[in-house]
């Protein structure tokens, strides 16, 4: 007889990815500034009258899923409390849910931009969203690049292709060297280059930029960032008939305000936004681009896909879509 040998292993060393749950579609109702806001009830109402008919375009869409399923739609908006504050959450969410249900639409899920940038009150020693995803950031190399320009860690700045060479002599001392135009890395026929801010260190806090602050709520609705392997910005159940704070950092990140609302985590989104949101969503989809995602998360995603036989892409970007209604 042999003896087996025990193994003894910490807890710890096995860790564990959390799971989420998943929604055909993550259909988001709109993005609106402190501004928009600030013009009224009717501002809001014109918004969500001009929203609904894309709603129920992208919602047509999920219904054609494999063997006649019924989709899971969950609904979605995103308040901006990060750049300006003019308003409280007492005075501007009755105002805004009421519009919507004026213009027939439901907002399942009400988040907070701030949310995305800076850590959770509620978890004071974890990392901002904004920060963690930052530190996955890796940069497409573009063909011929020599390295000498800084890396985005550095400079804040994230790029789609080849940056045009700095020039360090003026054009008239240096006539030997020919002008060279940036270029996009996978473009098609000719180049349509981005070079994106993430974030600037400007004032006495660092800044994250709209675009980058845009990204991370993408991959947060397609359920594909984790902390340590725990699900974060998950949400907060809020009675509709509870009273909301006076203070914005009173307000959880994220609030589920439908309590029969499908997972606002979802293998697909859509976001109908105004058309001013165009040039900030191609940076979205730039950096999503260069986003090195939790690999379990993403297992999770394609895995819970296939049991229901939806096909997921392969890159993050192209599991995003949108519609820039006119008028909004």
Not at 1 to 23: I, N, Q
Not at 219 to 240: H, S
Request: aromatic share 8%; glycine share 6%.
């Amino acid at each position: 007889m042999t003896e087996a040998a025990a193994v003894f292993r910490e807890t710890s060393a096995d860790p564990v990815t959390a799971s989420v749950p998943y929604s055909h579609l993550s259909l988001e109702l709109g993005h609106l500034y402190m501004e928009d806001f600030a013009e009224g009830a009717d501002r809001l109402t014109r918004h969500f009258t001009a929203v609904r008919p894309w709603a129920d375009t992208a919602r047509a869409w999920a219904a054609t899923l494999p063997d006649g399923k019924r989709p899971r739609i969950s609904t979605c908006f995103l308040i901006d409390d990060y750049f300006s504050r003019l308003s409280t959450p007492a005075k501007l969410v009755p105002t805004l849910l009421e519009s919507a249900e004026r213009a027939g639409l439901t907002i399942d899920y009400l988040a907070r931009e701030s949310g995305c940038a800076l850590a959770d009150p509620a978890h004071p020693d974890r990392a901002g969203l904004a920060e963690s995803v930052m530190q996955r950031l890796v940069e497409s190399p573009s063909p011929g690049s020599n390295g000498f320009r800084p890396p985005v860690s550095r400079t804040g700045w994230l790029t789609n292709g080849r940056r045009a060479p700095t020039r360090r002599t003026s054009a008239a001392l240096d006539a030997d060297s020919a002008w060279q135009p940036p270029a996009e890395t996978e473009a098609r026929g000719h180049s349509v280059f981005v070079d994106v801010e993430l974030w600037d260190d400007n004032g006495p806090h660092r800044t994250w930029s709209c675009a980058f602050l845009a990204a991370v709520w993408q991959l947060a609705r397609l359920g594909l960032l984790r902390d340590d392997g725990r699900a974060v910005l998950t949400p907060t159940p809020w009675e509709r008939d509870l009273p909301f704070p006076d203070d914005w950092d009173a307000l959880p990140p994220l609030l589920r305000l439908n309590p029969a609302a499908p997972p606002f985590t979802a293998y697909y989104t859509c976001s109908v936004l105004p058309v001013r949101f165009l040039p900030v969503e191609h940076a979205v989809r730039v950096i999503l681009g260069q986003v090195h995602v939790d690999a379990d998360a993403v297992g999770q995603a394609v895995e819970r896909a296939g049991q229901e036989k939806v096909t997921l892409p392969e890159g993050v970007a192209e599991r995003t879509s949108y519609l820039f209604p006119p008028g909004l």
